[in-house]
């Protein structure tokens, strides 16, 4: 156990060497400054907050200050957490050992706009929207849509393996990333690409090693800067959204949009009838629907106006065949721009006595084959139901099912259930309990063959030791091991994460 | 239009200690934390130039809650709390305020917050970097109003004007001595429109979100304005300085716990009126090419964007190149809700380059010309061009209208 316990102490030698690094502005060591960069996005043990508080945050400027900071961490033997945006949901930017929080917000420039070979090279503190920002002006797009598009950042994009809303038509950030610059944890500096080649898109020398630095949650590294595709910017946004008397009949709907080969075809996504009833409830942004609709389907197509004008057309026949009924540009339109804000508001969870509280929110995004979405979702919501009855400190605000694969609209689909938990009354038991609930939702997605996460990762308590003694094959997980002693040999980066303890005998 | 139910928090009068801060304060931020979203944290227009997301709206409520959770004591979050133009991106931006403002009534006031934990901050003896000056910068104005030193009402000597009346035109001593030229403008246009109104010839300084700073004096100040424009017989009092407006509208309904027995109009809603009804007709071709700067305490604070664009599109030869207010809500002059500069005082250079980064953007759009319809803008932008000797002209929508209108 002595890799876990054997760090030393950030005291003031550390800090007077950290501020020759990155300067004394740069160094953070009052307890807001690290309280408030203990918790990501996912439901957080606030009654143990002190456990996740780093002991001191530094704000580096560039790559070259990150290498300088992980080379004094693996000289002193001290733990590094990257954070990013802190938008994660899977506590990839939650300290398990305290340490050193490297917060790379600061290093948020774009270094070069190539409009030949059409890609952006930019530091990784940069966000999606900001991002955006630049390039629309030039006529060009960005076009990675997660969830937290408005606030998160490339480096924990890319830390993450994150998602987007409109993969059909660009792909995920594995898909977006050219070659970038990451800072190993021993403080060594390297460009890594699909082979070599800063602005090459395809390679097939040598190991293709790029895929690994997406998804590690900070256990591998901190990515300083990386090169990104650049698309033309569609002529043409166009959602439409569909309503269907019950579940099943929009998700045999959604099958035949699956198959349709409609190119332009960015997303489609199913409510279930949970979600319906929790917007119908008390989401004032929502346009109500008529009764008599209990599942919905949203669509939405990019491209040019001619390839989309085609789409659109063939979209409401192929609706209209399970009885899909369309909803109108008002609500389409309305509903898809406001689709990075209303996921969680805190105000809209419900007590059992139907008053209202505020409540944080857990985000499920399993991912699960198209034939077993009828199952996860009854277990999902009878589990739920099961924990809301007896602890009243959850709420079930209803489930998505989104099919934005890569380039496609089949196969498997990032099936969400949103969980409000109060985290402001939480003791230790309940926290349990939360995490007991987390762990049997995670449970169904294995019996059905799916996987644990999607998108978010698989490192917060209930879902980790599934994935590691589950979800992953044993052969795998010893690669990890092995790759984790090998490029961390102090076991200083992110350590606790993916139980990782384990590769140096913890 | 006005509603006290929007920003009075019933925690706000209650006094907090080092290691103690209301159980409903710790609610409110535990609100933000819930979230998480930190939206809050990208519009910022400090954290957007700082990168270090103490600055903003998320920390400030984190560092609060983790006080009410022992975690941190007030006096230890230093000068954090300067770090705020009050300029309302942030709370408006907050899906509590977007999403559950009309259907609970609850928002979130981070500005109040702000300075609650900054007055709170002084009260208990804890004086941050900074606390001093913006005290001085207060006081200052405070000796000059209370010895008669500040000319409020020599902008209006020469122009008749009653002070009594149903329209009442309203400004505090900020736009009365420090930009005379404007408010005259905006008088000359009104009477060029026949509109009747009057004046309040001995008004109190508003300042803004800064006025409880002041104490019973600040109490004593809104009241007196508040009396004067009773008695004045207003019922429709219009407003040329968003600062003055915001404290009419928000900040005196709260600490007076009265909504104003009258309407209060930002001047330019006011004044598109009067050119729709044809009341005013600009005809003469003004050949600019303009952008609007929208003021943080008109479009972010009061939700009024619409009408300075209105006015701007009527007036002949203008080309119009607009940059839309809610791209805007990112943005600021750097100034702040401050009347007495607090911001700029404490972060010069912060200030410089929020101010700096805006002029930039609407250079960006190829326009000559920035229009503002805010007095505080106007005196920050001035001072940032001459520094980064930036080739823009910054010019008050009534000096575009006057021009229009024939009046200069």
Redesign the interface.
Known sequence: MKYITDYRKVDGYVIERLAKIVGDANV?T????R???A???APFP?HR??DH?PDVVV?PGSTEEVAEVLKLANELRIPVVPRA???GLADGAVPLRKGIVV?I????NILEIDEENMCVTVQT?I?N??LN?ELN?RGYWWPFDPA?Y??SVIGGNMGTSAWSLIGGVSGHIRDLVRSFVHVLPTGKVIRVGEGGGRKISKSSTGYTLKYLFFGHQGTLGITTEATLEMFPKPEVEFPAFFGYRSFMDAWKNALKMAKSGLRTMATHIIFDEWKVEALRR????YIPLPEHIKSVIATCFYGTEAEVKGASERIFEIAAKDGGIYLGEELSEGDWASRH??Y?????GRHIDGQ?G????HCEDAAVNYSAIPYVRERWHALVAEYKQKYDIFDDMGGFYYNNNPFKQWGDYLSEIDVFID??HLTEELWQKWVELKRKIAEVVLEVGGSISACHGGTRPGDVELVVEKELDPGVYEIMQMIKRNLDPNNIMNPGKYMLDSAYGG | MMSTAYTYKPWYEERWKDDWVPEEVAVDCYATFACRHKFCREVCPVYQETGNETHSSYAFHVALLAVARKYAKLHELGDTFTYCLQCGACQLRCPTTLFTGDFYKITNEHNVLVTKTRKELIDLGFKFKGADAMIDNLTKVVNDTDAGRLPVAEWAKDLNLPETGDVILFVDYFMATQMTNILRLVATVLKKAEVKFGIVKDPKPVFTYELDHLGEKGIAYAKHNMEALKKAGAKKVIVPDPHVFVSLTKEYPRLLKEDPPFDVVYVSDFVAELIKDGKLKPEKSVKKKVSYHDSCMLNKVSGIWESPREILKCIPGIEFVDEDHVSQWYYCCGNGASEVRSFKTLHEDLSYRIGLKRLRRALDLGVTTLAVTCPHCNEQFSEVKVKANLNIEILDIFEILADSLGLR
């Open positions: 953070l009052l307890p807001h400054e309280f408030i960069r918790a990501s996005a606030l907050w002190e508080a704000l945006a802190g938008t917060d917000k600061r290093m948020k503190g966000n929207n900001t920002l002006k937290s408005p606030c008390d989401d004032e942004a804000d209303r969680h508001i805190a105000y809209h209202v505020t409540y944080s929110w985290e402001y």
